[in-house]
């Protein structure tokens, strides 16, 4: 076969790898202070209780990723987005992104950083019910003390009732920061038996439970 032909044909398969390589989405990255794990994780539920600002993953058009489809249904019931729920950020998505980020007085690049992240979980927080039914399992035998850095289902069921009292608003994600432990301490104000401590003590917690009960 012509040596010519066969370096031809090489030269060819190489631009076509470079060429395909060149156009895959940036986005498919893990993006600083990501892992691929943070990308992968998730699960399309509809739920935006799973994300926090800090970890969510930058989305940009061309991101096909659960996240995605995770925004896209929040954004449709919100009425903001019109288009299939494929987990495919295109076109629909963009403008849709766009338009919820004018509505919060946000740079409407289409781009879903932190801040528009901090947005959307604002707005599913104060427009998503939540259930503080789950406290009905615990006593205070088995209630565990909860303090900053405790994470699990207890410290979720926590932040649904502080949520439904109107004391937290932030996202449901079983992760006991900062902000969890204020609205505990803004809860424990009301009470003069309690120390205002941000700690799910004791105490607290047979407070919060006479509450649900």
């Known amino acids: 076969m012509n040596t010519q032909f066969i370096r031809s044909k090489i030269l060819r398969v190489s631009l076509f790898s470079a060429l395909v390589l060149g156009v895959l989405p940036v986005s498919m990255t893990p993006a600083r202070g990501q892992t691929s794990s943070t990308l992968t994780n998730i699960i399309a539920d509809?739920?935006?209780?799973?994300?926090?600002?800090?970890?969510?993953?930058i989305l940009v058009r061309g991101t096909v990723t659960?996240?995605?489809?995770?925004?896209?249904?929040?954004l449709k019931q919100q009425g903001f987005y019109n288009g299939s729920i494929d987990g495919i950020y295109g076109p629909n998505t963009y403008s849709a992104v766009?338009?919820?980020?004018?509505?919060?007085?946000?740079?409407?690049?289409?781009?879903?950083d932190q801040n528009t992240w901090?947005?959307?979980?604002?707005?599913y927080n104060r427009n998503t019910p939540v259930n503080s039914n789950n406290l009905s399992q615990y006593s205070?035998?088995?209630a565990p003390i909860l303090t900053?850095?405790?994470?699990?289902?207890?410290?979720?069921?926590?932040q649904a009732f502080l949520k439904q009292q109107g004391y937290?608003?932030?996202a449901v994600d079983g992760i006991y920061g900062y902000a969890t432990a204020a609205s505990v301490e803004a809860f424990q104000q009301r009470y003069a038996n309690l120390q205002n401590d941000g700690i799910v003590g004791r105490n607290t917690w047979s407070t919060i439970l006479d509450t649900v009960s």
Do not use: C, H, M
């Open 66 to 74: 659960p996240a995605v489809r995770d925004v896209q249904t929040f």
């Open 118 to 123: 901090e947005a959307l979980l604002d707005a």
């Open 98 to 112: 766009v338009t919820f980020q004018r509505s919060r007085n946000l740079t409407a690049d289409g781009r879903i």
């Open 140 to 142: 205070l035998n088995t």
């Open 168 to 170: 937290y608003t932030g």
């Open 148 to 158: 900053i850095g405790s994470q699990g289902q207890a410290v979720k069921d926590i």
């Open 46 to 57: 509809g739920k935006l209780t799973e994300y926090s600002p800090s970890t969510a993953p």
